[in-house]
């Protein structure tokens, strides 16, 4: 069993920057694909990033590339969402995933998730 704890949410105004942290306990995530997905409310919950074991990463179509980075550090069995510019547009709650196998932007191919953490914009 993998359990994923996300931290780094907050109120924040437009334009500024937040670091989403999303820590893996039970065992090594290493060769597993970790994922950012978000949910606003009345929304369904929304692909944002993605990064397998190679550090290959892919983004949502438009909303977040560009502005979003997702990374991963293995020594700490951690992964990472690097949110600049800010826009009140991205408020959300943001989950962490961890999938072995499946299609990445699909929240369905996902076995293990976090209890997700908000994310507040003004603007």
């Known amino acids: 069993q993998v359990q994923l704890v996300e931290s780094g949410g907050g109120l924040v105004q437009a334009g500024v920057s937040l670091r989403l942290s999303c820590a893996a306990s039970g065992r090594t995530v290493n060769r597993y694909t970790m994922a950012w997905f978000r949910q606003a409310p009345g929304t369904e919950r929304e692909f944002v990033a993605a990064?397998?074991?190679?550090?290959?990463?892919?983004y949502s179509a438009d909303s977040v590339k560009g502005r979003f980075i997702i990374s991963r550090d293995y020594s700490k069995n951690t992964a990472y969402l690097q949110m600049n510019t800010l826009k009140p547009e991205d408020m959300a709650d943001y989950y962490c995933?961890?999938?072995?196998?499946?299609?990445?932007?699909?929240?369905?191919?996902?076995?293990?998730w976090g209890q997700g953490t908000q994310v507040t914009v003004s603007s």
């Open positions: 995933a961890a999938q072995y196998a499946g299609t990445w932007s699909r929240a369905a191919a996902y076995t293990y």
């Open positions: 990064i397998n074991g190679n550090y290959i990463s892919e």
